[in-house]
């Protein structure tokens, strides 16, 4: 059974930067997809970045596009989310997600999260104007 667990949220204010990391178990890493999307009160969960297992390609939602960054280190079964000039709007629970057997894709094929099959439990990123 994959797991996911999520670190590096906390509290910022607006345009500063943070990173998300990612650490994946109980699977062969190297050959998923991996994703990160996100939870604002009140609303969906949304599609926000994903790569390829062999980080060959990337995609993101056009409200992140710019500003983060999704990478993988393969070896150390980790992915990242790096954010930069952040926003109050960018304030959610953000989740790692996986699928469930490798597709091989494009990275834009997981903009739909219903190809992902497994989620972390998420960590808080709030940006305070």
């Known amino acids: 059974q994959v797991q996911l667990v999520e670190s590096g949220g906390g509290l910022m204010q607006a345009g500063d930067s943070l990173r998300l990391s990612c650490a994946a178990s109980?699977?062969?890493?190297?050959?998923?997809?991996m994703g990160w999307l996100r939870q604002a009160p009140g609303k969906e969960r949304e599609f926000v970045a994903s790569?390829?297992?062999?980080?060959?390609?990337?995609y993101y939602a056009d409200s992140v596009k710019g500003r983060f960054t999704i990478s993988r280190d393969n070896a150390k079964n980790t992915v990242f989310l790096q954010m930069n000039s952040l926003k109050p709007e960018d304030t959610a629970v953000y989740f790692c997600?996986?699928?469930?057997?490798?597709?091989?894709?494009?990275?834009?094929?997981?903009?739909?999260?219903?190809?992902?099959?497994?989620w972390g439990q998420g960590t808080q990123v709030t940006v305070s104007s």
């Open positions: 997600a996986t699928e469930r057997s490798p597709a091989f894709q494009s990275a834009s094929y997981y903009a739909t999260r219903g190809h992902f099959g497994f």
């Open positions: 790569i390829t297992w062999n980080s060959a390609s990337t």
């Open positions: 109980g699977g062969t890493f190297r050959r998923y997809a």
